[in-house]
């Protein structure tokens, strides 16, 4: 039987950007809807290449991006030497899913304040949230402080951390786990042995079931660890002066992502710098004319929505 806060759930966010497959996105799951949007499973880098040339045609030519989404990069991408055209699809298979995620949390912050957080289903929406992004139910200052939080990445950066992160895709745990940035978990069932792990460590690298849920769960930890408050810091700042975010810039405050520190920061700017990704921040999603459609995962079991 259905929750009462279940069904807020639904009517409070069902206008979200929807993607096919069962996995949670801050609590929820997406599904995919008409032919505007379509996931991309291919077997080689040949037929990688194929699905993708519309999304690199897009890119050349400043376009509107088409809404295809590479579920995993294929084996023999592992082999490939990174030429020019390469990091081209490289780009090409990863630009749709940030944007596509920047837009999912764009729709989800923009119903933030519609909240009654004095009714029993407000308060359960803002549980939810605030449980996605590290945050105390109890704060008073919670809606402020999870719009703080939920907003979006410049492509530009998290191009480069993909990049930088999974060697332009090719690593062990990219292939065989869609890790695109080296997260980490300690449960076995959820993960992959680092090769040269310290005999005393007992993480492994998470793996994920779609290169989406990668970005997906990458970003929310950028806007939920209190490692990376500087950078919500910064970018809160610059939207406020109505500056458009930089890659380059908001990459100064990721010290702590990596044990290489500031190096680890010249690198990323190098990156950006070296491939120019900060056109892809001017980057838009073909826009979508039929009405999307979200399922709660918490009632993946009888309960479904479908468009009118």
């Known amino acids: 039987m259905i929750r009462a806060a279940e069904i807020a ?23 995919e809807t008409g032919n505007q949007e379509k996931t991309i499973t291919v077997s080689d880098v040949v037929a990688m290449k194929d699905a993708l040339a519309p ?21 023999d991408w592992a082999r490939q030497e990174m030429t020019r055209e390469n990091k081209q699809y490289f780009f090409a298979a990863l630009l749709p899913l940030v944007l596509a995620e920047n837009e999912r949390i764009l729709r989800l912050r923009s119903r ?36 703080a939080r939920m907003n979006v990445l410049p492509p530009s950066l998290v191009l480069a951390q993909a990049a930088q992160e999974s060697g332009w895709g090719r690593s062990r745990f990219a292939i065989l786990g869609n890790a695109l940035f080296g997260e980490w978990t300690w449960n076995a069932a959820e993960g992959i042995m680092p090769a040269r792990r ?16 990668s970005l997906a769960s990458y970003m929310r930890n950028l806007n939920s660890h209190r490692a990376y408050v500087r950078l919500r810091q910064l970018r809160n700042e610059m939207l406020g002066l109505g500056m458009p975010l930089r890659g380059e810039r908001l990459a100064e405050t990721l010290v702590s992502y ?51």
């Open 55 to 75: 999304v690199v045609h897009a890119i050349a030519e400043s376009a509107p991006v088409p809404r295809l989404y590479l579920r995993s990069f294929p084996p």
């Open 112 to 147: 933030l304040f519609r909240i009654d957080p004095n009714s029993r289903s407000g308060r359960a929406v803002l549980q939810e949230l605030a449980r996605a992004y590290r945050l105390k139910p109890e704060r008073k200052d919670l809606l402020g402080a999870l719009a």
């Open 258 to 308: 990596s044990q290489e520190g500031e190096d680890y920061v010249r690198k990323l700017r190098r990156m950006i710098r070296g491939n120019d990704l900060e056109r892809f921040d001017r980057a838009r999603l073909q826009p979508l004319r039929r009405k999307r459609v979200l399922v709660l995962a918490q009632v993946l079991a009888g309960f479904s929505a479908r468009p009118k």
């Open 198 to 213: 310290d005999s005393n460590a007992r993480h492994f690298v998470r793996r994920f079931p779609d290169l989406r849920a």
């Open 9 to 31: 759930f639904y009517i409070f966010l069902g206008g979200l950007t929807a993607l096919g497959v069962a996995y949670r996105y801050d609590g929820f799951r997406y599904v």
